[in-house]
C-alpha cells in the first residue's frame, strides 16, 4: 500500500463528519503547520527564509501548535517551515500529535534529521519527508550549501533502518532534467522509500531567479515523465498525475491544506499570502474563497501545487465513483 490503512480511515472519518454530519462545504483535509520559520539553507525557490529575514519572527509556541490543530480539525498534519529540527519543542510537538490520533509528516532537508531518528521511536502514524531536488551537484547548488545531499542521504538510510516510514518531496523547476530526475527517482526506490512526491515548484513573486515553469511548461514537463509513476513509488495521485500532464481540469482547493505559522493564519493559501488572522475560523469566513478557486488572482495562473490540487482530487474522489475507484487500487497496488 502507498499510505497506512489507518490514513484513509482517518480521511474518511473526517470527510463524512465535516462534510455529512456538520454539512460543512469547506474543510482542511492537511494543516500546514510551520512552527517556526528559521531554517539552516537559504534555497532558490523558497520565500520562507527570506520572509524570516524580513519579519525577524518568533516560533509558535507549543500551546499555539496543539491549538492550531484542534480548531482545524484537519486528520493530516504536515510539519514544516522553515526547518522543523530547528524548532525546540519538536519532539514534545510530535508526541502530542500522536497522542491526538494525528498523521504527521514531519518536513526536513536531513541536515539535522539524524538526532531525531536516534531520539524518537517509529509510528506508522508518522512520515519523515526529505526535500531533494536533484542529484548532489544540482541539490547543493539550489540549497547553496555542499554537503546537504548527502547529509539528506544518510539521513534517509538511518531513518529506514530505525524502521521509520520515508517520503521524499522534489520540487521541479525550468531547468530540472528529466534524466537527472529519473536517476534522483531510481535511487531512493533503491533506498526503499515508501514514497516519492513531485510537483512544480511555485513562482512566487519574491523570488527575482527565472527558474519557475509556465503552466504549458508544467504540462510538458510531466508529459516527459510519464512513464515514472507505473516505475517509481510515487504518492502523486493518478488523478493529480493526470492534471499535471494536462489531461484533466481541475480547480484548486485552496482551503485543503490551511497555514498556520509565527504570523498567524495565512489567507488564501500555502503559497499566496494577502493577510494574516488571528483564528482559524475567522480565515475560513472572511477569505474570498472563490476568487482562487476560480484563478481569477493572476498569482494563481501557473499554480499545479499538490498542496492546493490533491485536495481537488480527494473531492473529485469522494464525488465519482469511477475516480473513487481508481483511488483505492491505486492505493492498494504494489509500486
Known amino acids: ?92 510537538l510530535v508526541s502530542e500529535l500522536l497522542r491526538l490520533n494525528r498523521h504527521m509528516y514531519l518536513c526536513t532537508n536531513g541536515i539535522l534529521t539524524e538526532s531525531f531518528i536516534d531520539e524518537f521511536e517509529p509510528d506508522k502514524r508518522l512520515t519523515l519527508n526529505f526535500h531533494l531536488d536533484g542529484m548532489e551537484e544540482t541539490h547543493d547548488s539550489i540549497t547553496d550549501k555542499p554537503g546537504t545531499f548527502r547529509r539528506a542521504v544518510q539521513s534517509i538510510q538511518k531513518a529506514k533502518k530505525r524502521g521509520f516510514r520515508v517520503s521524499t518531496n522534489t520540487s521541479v523547476y525550468k531547468n530540472s532534467d528529466i534524466k537527472e530526475l529519473e536517476s534522483l527517482f531510481q535511487m531512493l526506490k533503491t533506498l526503499n522509500v515508501d514514497g516519492i512526491l513531485a510537483a512544480p515548484a511555485f513562482s512566487y513573486e519574491r523570488v527575482e531567479n527565472d527558474i519557475f515553469l509556465s503552466r504549458e511548461e508544467i504540462k510538458e514537463k510531466f508529459k516527459q515523465m510519464k512513464d515514472f509513476f507505473s516505475r517509481f513509488p510515487f504518492i502523486n495521485s493518478p488523478i493529480y498525475v493526470d492534471f499535471l500532464k494536462g489531461k484533466r481540469q481541475m480547480r484548486c482547493t485552496p482551503w485543503g491544506n490551511p497555514t498556520r505559522n509565527p504570523l498567524g493564519w495565512k489567507s488564501p493559501c500555502y503559497l499566496i499570502t494577502d493577510t494574516y488572522y488571528g483564528t482559524y475560523k475567522e480565515m475560513m469566513e472572511k477569505t474570498d474563497w472563490d476568487r482562487y478557486v476560480e484563478g481569477r488572482d493572476p498569482r494563481c495562473r501557473d499554480c499545479m501545487v499538490h498542496c492546493g490540487y490533491e485536495a481537488t482530487a480527494m473531492r473529485h474522489a469522494i464525488s465519482r465513483p469511477r475516480d473513487l475507484l481508481r483511488l483505492i487500487s491505486w492505493n492498494l497496488s504494489s509500486h
Open 1 to 92: 500500500m502507498r499510505f497506512p490503512l489507518s490514513l484513509y480511515s482517518s480521511l474518511t472519518f473526517s470527510i463524512v463528519r465535516q462534510r455529512i454530519i456538520e454539512r460543512r462545504s469547506r474543510f482542511p483535509l492537511v494543516l500546514m503547520l510551520e512552527p517556526t520559520h528559521r531554517c539552516n539553507l537559504s534555497c532558490a525557490g523558497c520565500d520562507r527564509i527570506r520572509l524570516h529575514d524580513e519579519k525577524k519572527t518568533d516560533d509558535l509556541s507549543l500551546d499555539q501548535c496543539i491549538e492550531a490543530t484542534v480548531s482545524s480539525q484537519a486528520p493530516v498534519v504536515t510539519i514544516t517551515g522553515g526547518e522543523p529540527l530547528l524548532y525546540g519543542d519538536l519532539t514534545t
